[in-house]
């Protein structure tokens, strides 16, 4: 009854002037049309074509196909589940835990659990492992956060403050911010008098410098950095 009750309208796709159709009729037997006879097949779909076209003339091309879509994306978005959230949490309170210690923490075979690691570390997830000196051992008796406007915002200026920042061991963490000033440092120094000197050499002797604001850390409530 329902085909009866309906009818179908002719209707004509709308295509691009430059569009192709691509028909495949086994390996390595490819027929490229254009959509429009009168219309030559323009540039980028030529350059479409010298890319698919050895796909296609390949025996089973369609599992070359989703095999290097998926692995594209497998590369590109990093697969994670709660198991592998719970190992990265340990991990960043003890970098230095053995395998099967890990693994009876989150209930899982040696080997399993020794298997996400690397994985983790192969796709980046894990960028590495260090040591965390206490300040004592780096001499480290004043700590502040310093606000640093420019005078010029050119990316030369940028950069050249950037690499200013890079090569001075006082600066243990630089942020480009938005708002009215345009970096965020953490410096460490030995005492007062060791600060004093970094702002005068470092950050006074650079031209393009507008604001210095200091704020001196008192003490810490929580630092979750590895």
């Excluded at 691009?16 to 495949?24: G, K």
């Excluded at 003890?94 to 399993?112: N, P």
């Excluded at 940028?158 to 942020?175: G, L």
Aim: aromatic content about 6%; overall charge positive; glycine content about 6%.
């Amino acid at each position: 009854m329902i085909p009866a009750m309906c009818r179908q309208l002719p209707r004509r796709p709308t295509v691009a002037p430059d569009a192709i159709s691509i028909a495949l009729f086994g390996p390595g037997v490819i027929v490229v049309t254009a959509a429009n006879p009168t219309n030559p097949i323009s540039a980028s779909n030529r350059r479409l074509l010298s890319c698919v076209r050895p796909m296609l003339a390949r025996g089973r091309w369609w599992m070359s196909a989703i095999r290097a879509m998926l692995t594209a994306y497998v590369q590109e978005m990093p697969i994670m589940d709660a198991i592998d959230d719970k190992i990265l949490r340990i991990l960043r309170k003890d970098g230095r835990i053995t395998h099967q210690a890990l693994a009876e923490r989150v209930g899982m075979s040696a080997s399993t659990c020794q298997r996400r690691v690397e994985a983790m570390e192969r796709q980046g997830i894990i960028a590495g492992y260090r040591a965390v000196l206490g300040d004592a051992a780096r001499q480290v008796s004043f700590a502040a956060f310093v606000l640093v406007g420019l005078g010029r915002h050119t990316a030369r200026v940028q950069q050249a403050f950037e690499a200013r920042c890079a090569a001075a061991p006082q600066v243990v963490e630089c942020h480009n911010i938005t708002g009215t000033v345009e970096y965020l440092l953490r410096v460490e120094c030995r005492d007062l008098a060791s600060y004093k000197q970094f702002h005068h050499e470092v950050l006074g002797g650079f031209p393009d410098l507008t604001t210095i604001v200091t704020h001196v850390i008192v003490g810490t409530v929580k630092d979750d950095r590895a």
